[in-house]
């Protein structure tokens, strides 16, 4: 069974700062898709930036870049010149395209200080 | 386009009690999960449906009922129940590439 590993429960990061949310995951599948999801204290759970297993290069989307290792299995989110707003639960997930299941990790609460 | 959406928003429950949990989608998605949120425990899935008339079991499913009848909806039936069952619950409507979450249901049995 697949396993997603989050060790970071709480990070903290100035404003306009840099910060790596740490993921890993154990699979023995090779094609997979791997996400990350804010959550806000709204409990929404929105996108952030998802990598196709099969592609070599990291996603990014704006501020928001991975590190995608795939021999490693690791999944690091990277948020550049952090806000305000980026304060939230952050979720890594892991999407077997065998079965379709989607498995979280326990979450990593970001504070960002001003 | 509602996208996916949940009732009630809270409940609250006596043991033994039971419910259903209503979610519905309008973008014609075949696969719809059920999760629940525990603090420090992240999402973890309940049931999954991958069409109409077909259902299968996540990471907790016990003391959980699914159906899916048709393509829109997919309720999660709670038959008795039980303290250990308050949380909040996510229903999410999925491709493969993205999941669109609905905005949660609180439980919360006494």
């Known amino acids: 069974a697949q396993t997603v590993t989050q060790s970071q429960p709480e990070m903290s990061v100035q404003e306009a700062e840099t910060v790596t949310l740490s993921c890993t995951y154990d699979t023995s599948e090779s094609d997979y898709y791997l996400f990350w999801y804010k959550q806000p204290p709204s409990r929404q759970m929105i996108l952030v930036i998802r990598q196709e297993a099969y592609k070599q290069q990291n996603a990014t989307e704006n501020r928001f870049s991975v590190n995608f290792q795939k021999a490693a299995k690791s999944f690091s989110l990277k948020i550049s010149d952090s806000q305000l707003g980026d304060a939230a639960m952050y979720f890594c997930a892991y999407r077997s395209l065998r079965t379709d299941k989607l498995i979280f990790g326990t979450g990593t609460r970001l504070q960002v200080f001003p | 386009n509602a996208g996916v959406t949940q009732t009630p928003k809270f409940q609250v429950l006596k043991t033994g009690q039971s419910m259903t949990l209503q979610c519905a989608q309008d973008?014609?998605?075949?696969?719809m999960s059920w999760y629940r949120q525990d603090p420090g425990m992240g999402l973890r899935l309940i049931h999954y449906?991958?069409?109409?008339?077909?259902?299968d079991q996540g990471e907790v499913p016990n003391g959980y009922n699914v159906s899916r009848s048709t393509t829109e909806d997919f309720p999660l039936r709670l038959l008795s129940a039980a303290p250990s069952q308050t949380s909040v619950y996510f229903c999410?409507?999925?491709?493969?590439?993205?999941?669109?979450f609905g905005p949660g249901t609180r439980l919360t049995v006494t």
């Open positions: 449906s991958v069409g109409a008339g077909i259902t």
């Open positions: 973008m014609n998605h075949e696969y």
């Open positions: 999410a409507s999925s491709t493969p590439y993205e999941q669109y």
